[in-house]
């Protein structure tokens, strides 16, 4: 199982970025996949989830800046990351799990990557 973040990066206030998550292909194809962040002395948080089919949820906190999306022919998932503030500073995570609707509890994921970081200022 393999789950590659990238894209992070340091970006002014207001700003945009754009994850990807590098899936292989036997994770890529049967699991719901999410985004999570995590800032320090704070707790894992969910961002954005997507299943098999397309169908997505986004944390209500962050809707209208945040976009989950996915590639099916590179078996990547994306985060589109709009009107970013210091308060969206954390590392962010991709996830995956076995489908069985969609979620934003991150205890409920199987697989992670090491994150990317976003800093925000």
């Known amino acids: 199982v393999q789950l590659v973040e990238s894209g992070g990066g340091s970006v002014q206030t207001g700003g945009s970025l754009r994850l990807s998550c590098a899936a292989s292909?036997?994770?890529?194809?049967?699991?719901?996949m999410g985004w999570f962040r995590q800032a320090p002395s704070k707790e894992r948080e969910g961002v954005a989830a997507i299943d098999y089919r397309g169908r997505t949820i986004v944390n209500e906190s962050m809707k209208g800046r945040f976009t989950i999306s996915k590639d099916n022919a590179k078996n990547t998932l994306y985060l589109q990351m709009n009107s970013l503030e210091p308060e969206d500073s954390a590392m962010y995570y991709c996830?995956?799990?076995?489908?069985?609707?969609?979620?934003?509890?991150?205890?409920?994921?199987?697989?992670w990557g090491q994150g990317t970081q976003v800093t925000v200022s």
């Open positions: 292909r036997y994770v890529y194809s049967s699991n719901c």
């Open positions: 996830a995956a799990r076995a489908c069985g609707g969609l979620t934003l509890f991150a205890g409920l994921y199987d697989y």
